[in-house]
């Protein structure tokens, strides 16, 4: 579903350029959990991006289902990653004035869904990740894990083929996070692709693959047999 073909990746600081992504070769299968593990500016984030469609690598090639992703102009960009992609990020990025069904509702707005509809989806999505009585609450009024199963909902409302979550337990405790893993496999479990980065094994260890990346050098990708989340809620 998705193929990262010998990808490079540069960004230009004043006159030296920096080499971030050094000929990445990736594929990745409908249906996976994949963790993509590294130290702090390794490039985990660039990669994302890529594949987000947020950025565009200078040279290498990205296939997405089958779509060649290359020199897209804005409007296309943002209609391929409202048709192809969902996003989570570590510090949640919700809208703090909308309540957590308006967060929800709005990628819907943009595919130009009825109000009815938009909202009928939302609570749906929100109900899935456990926040069925919490729809009318604005984020400063839910909890860290709250807030990023919204994040979650809002991701998963168009129903992407994919969902990119970077460091989405990131600012959230260790149960929490724990809990936020058994939902991510619970998705996976019901056919989601999933790429999570994150640099904490044991996060990576309740994926079922994990991507070393080095200094923008993938040095390991492996199989593993996943840890089961829920096993460490309790
Ligand atoms: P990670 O997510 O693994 O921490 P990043 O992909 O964010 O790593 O960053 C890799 C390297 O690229 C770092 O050295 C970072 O400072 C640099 N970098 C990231 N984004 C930019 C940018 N927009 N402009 C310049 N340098 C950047
Ligand atoms: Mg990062």
Redesign the pocket.
């Known amino acids: 579903m998705i193929h990262l073909t010998d990808i490079h990746k540069s ?1 230009n ?1 004043n006159t030296n350029p ?1 080499h ?1 992504l050094k000929g990445i070769n990736l594929s990745i299968a409908e249906g996976e959990l994949v963790a993509i593990m ?1 130290a ?7 990669m994302l991006n890529i594949l987000g469609i947020l950025d565009e690598a200078d040279s290498g090639t990205y296939t997405l289902d089958n779509t060649p992703i290359v020199k897209l102009n804005e409007t296309k960009a943002a209609q391929y990653r409202n048709k192809f992609l969902g996003f989570v990020f570590q510090s949640f990025n919700l809208i703090s004035y909308k309540t957590a069904l308006e967060n929800v509702s709005l990628p819907l707005y943009y595919q130009g869904l009825p109000r009815k509809e938009r909202q009928k989806k939302a609570k749906e999505q929100l109900t899935k990740v456990g926040l069925g009585e919490r729809t009318h609450h604005v984020p400063s009024e839910l909890s860290g894990g709250e807030k990023q199963r919204v994040a979650i909902a809002r991701a998963l409302v168009t129903e992407p083929m994919v969902l990119l979550a970077d460091e989405p337990t990131g600012a959230l405790d260790t149960k929490t996070s724990y809990e936020l893993m058994a939902l991510l496999q619970e998705i996976n479990d019901q056919g989601k692709t999933i790429v999570v980065i994150t640099h904490e094994s044991d996060i990576a260890n309740m994926c079922k693959r994990i991507v070393y990346l080095r200094d923008g050098v993938i040095v390991e990708d492996k199989k593993i047999k996943q840890k089961k989340a829920k096993d460490y809620v309790e």
Do not use: D, F, H
């Open positions: 960004y600081l920096l971030v590294g702090s500016g390794s490039g985990k984030s660039t």
